[in-house]
């Protein structure tokens, strides 16, 4: 399915609330892990229906990832801060 400016300009904007935002934690073969969690900024219900019947929602979010159990011996030397005080 294809989704065009007009389809993204005649849908209706959604407001949301939080019901839950869990972390996802993956292992990589490096031995770090990660979390991640998808954080949604803003939903859209398009004038468009799937095969099965439901609408079709476009969304607008962001990947918040975090490392953790990092190695150190992957880390670099941290860079030291050039900005000066306000």
């Known amino acids: 399915m294809s989704i ?3 389809d993204l ?3 209706e904007d959604l407001d949301f609330g ?3 935002e869990k972390w996802n934690t993956y292992k990589l ?3 770090t892990t990660l979390k991640v ?3 949604l900024q803003s939903a859209k ?3 468009k229906w799937n095969p ?3 609408p079709v929602y476009w969304i607008n979010a962001v990947n918040v990832v975090r490392v953790v159990d990092v190695d150190k011996k992957l880390c670099a030397k941290p860079k ?3 900005m000066k005080p306000i």
């Open 37 to 39: 969690k998808l954080v």
């Open 45 to 47: 219900r398009l004038k």
């Open 80 to 82: 030291i801060n050039t």
């Open 9 to 11: 300009e005649d849908a």
């Open 29 to 31: 073969s490096d031995g």
């Open 4 to 6: 065009t400016p007009k």
């Open 18 to 20: 939080e019901e839950k």
């Open 52 to 54: 099965d019947g439901t």
